[in-house]
């Protein structure tokens, strides 16, 4: 079924463009303003990260969703097959990203630099992404309106806890900060398998065993 919706168009039509294309003409944007230039590596990887992340945040929205809820094509199939759409969008534009701007970096340092944004960008998309298929499983048909701001807010607060630095520059703190990161990725990760259940699942009781209950009738 799933290739079958790719195949034909119809999940990439049921898929909200806008912010995507949005996402992408902001970044030609400002890497046309910044003219070619890579003076700050990772300021501008992040800014482009953060661009990309606020663009992926309306990927899980779906005016079908219930519509589609008494369908035997699962939750979180669909919920996974969305992600994967906006993957397709964000990795390779990710990748060329990192090409351009990491090849004026010190040669040394392009690995480090370059794995540990990659995780920042995969934490703010997971996280966005896990509100929004909470959101989804509370019945909003269109949760990436809040993703955004959520994700924005998220930001200034990890900004503003200087005993646990977050968006640090490439140095000492570097390693423990994205160790923190992966934390949240996970955390994340977690989080949005949880919201990706169906809300109609139940956990079966080991008293409610079908044949027990024909053994009982």
């Known amino acids: 079924m799933a290739c079958e919706l790719v195949r034909s168009g119809h999940l990439v039509r049921s898929l909200r463009l806008a912010p995507f294309v949005t996402g992408a003409a902001a970044v030609a944007a400002f890497l046309a303003a910044r003219d070619g230039g ?20 309306y990927v899980l929205d779906d005016g079908a969703a219930v519509t ?16 994967g759409c906006a993957a397709v969008v964000v990795v390779p534009l990710w990748t060329a990203l990192l090409a351009h ?10 690995w480090a630099l370059g794995l540990g944004l990659t995780v920042e960008l995969a934490a703010a998309l997971t996280v966005i992404w896990a509100v929004a298929a909470w959101g989804r499983r509370h019945g909003f048909e269109h949760p990436g309106i809040i993703t955004a701001p959520l994700l924005l807010a998220s930001l200034l607060l990890a900004v503003s806890i200087p005993q ?13 900060a994205h160790l923190r990161w992966s934390g949240i990725l996970v955390g994340a990760t977690c989080v949005l398998v949880a919201g990706m259940r169906d809300p109609a699942a139940r956990r079966r009781s080991p008293d409610r065993h079908p044949t027990r209950e024909r053994q009982r009738g």
Do not use: K
């Open 101 to 110: 701007f990491l090849s004026s970096a010190p040669a040394g340092d392009r």
């Open 38 to 57: 890579t003076h700050d590596v990772i300021g501008d990887l992040r800014v482009l990260g953060l661009l990309l992340a606020l663009g992926s945040g």
């Open 68 to 83: 589609l809820q008494a369908s035997p094509y699962s939750l979180a199939r669909r919920l996974w097959l969305r992600i």
């Open 164 to 176: 646990a630095p977050m968006l640090v520059g490439s140095g000492a703190q570097w390693t423990s």
